[in-house]
């Protein structure tokens, strides 16, 4: 299904933008918080993450989850902002990575909304996904495994994916020695719950997207996409059904973490730009997954 995106009357200002952003990582990671201890954390469900290690670690030595959150993501964002770009890397993780423990430590006391572990599991998927999806959106992180993943990546030349799917499954492969088999299958399901929610919320299903972008600003939208998302470009030939005027449409196949910031670059660059934006079922080739 192809969705069309009009075009807005007036682009948002870098301030209202900015504000927006931070509004979407607060709300982001609090909701993760409060799904975790509603939800995953009663429920003995370690789905991946720090969050995954800290339920494991409070169950086997009763640290509060908080506690570990911290003394794991702060190190990790200290090395994310050493290793992966200074401050324009850590200006919106930090928030992410400070407030998130913060909401876990103040809801800490909460009664669970299930001692079911499937309804944890399910709902506490939707609940991750759905804050990490508003988190995303604003182009930021809550810090955790995905840091040591873009570490790992740097450094060794290992895929984004692979990284995060092998620390995630070490953690849900610990729980089943520490719990039982059974909340580790619980924990798989709550994983691949969050991953879909992030999906919906991010630009619904599918790995990648494929933009189609007709503008009159044609070279200037080009170059945005090539040296500001760094994606490539493929210009294709057309001719309008109605005009009959001959105009470029410029495809990009982008990651779905980019979409947002597709939309945006090419609103700043052509208001007037019509924007198509389609699932990629499978995409091989330089820069995705093979």
């Known amino acids: 299904m192809m969705v069309a995106l009009q075009k807005r009357r007036e682009p ?13 990582i607060f709300t982001g990671s609090a909701i993760v918080a409060i799904a975790y201890n509603l939800f995953l ?50 200006a919106k993780t930090i928030i992410g990575t400070l407030f998130l423990p913060f909401v876990v430590y103040l809801t800490q006391d909460w009664s669970p909304a299930t001692t079911d572990p499937l309804l944890g599991a399910i709902f506490g998927g939707i609940g991750v996904g759905l804050g990490l999806g508003l988190v995303f959106r ?25 990284c995060v799917f092998v620390m995630d499954g070490l953690i849900v492969l610990t729980s089943a020695f520490v719990f039982s088999l059974e909340y580790a299958l619980y924990a798989l399901i709550s994983l691949f719950i969050t991953g879909k929610t992030i999906d919906l919320v991010q630009t619904g299903l599918g790995y990648a997207k494929i933009a189609l972008v007709i503008s009159e600003k044609e070279e200037q939208v080009r170059s945005a996409i090539l040296y500001e998302i760094d994606r490539g470009v493929t210009r294709l030939d057309a001719q309008g059904g109605y005009t009959d005027k001959k105009r470029p449409v410029l495809m990009c196949v982008v990651d779905r973490h980019e979409v947002t910031k597709l ?28």
Do not use: C, M
């Open 12 to 24: 948002l200002s870098p301030r209202t933008l900015f504000l927006l952003n931070i509004g979407l």
């Open 138 to 162: 604003a182009h930021a992180s809550t810090g955790g495994t995905d840091l040591a993943a873009q570490i790992i990546n740097k450094y060794t030349g290992a895929s984004l994916g692979a």
């Open 41 to 90: 954390l009663p429920n003995r469900i370690a789905s991946g993450g720090v969050s995954g290690f800290a339920t494991i670690i409070y169950d086997v030595f009763a640290i509060l989850p908080a506690i570990t959150l911290w003394s794991l993501n702060i190190p990790l964002f200290l090395l994310g902002l050493l290793l992966l770009g200074g401050l324009k890397y850590g």
């Open 263 to 290: 939309k945006q670059v090419v609103e700043h660059v052509d208001p007037a730009a019509f924007v198509i934006v389609t699932n990629a079922t499978e995409v091989l080739g330089e820069g995705f997954k093979t």
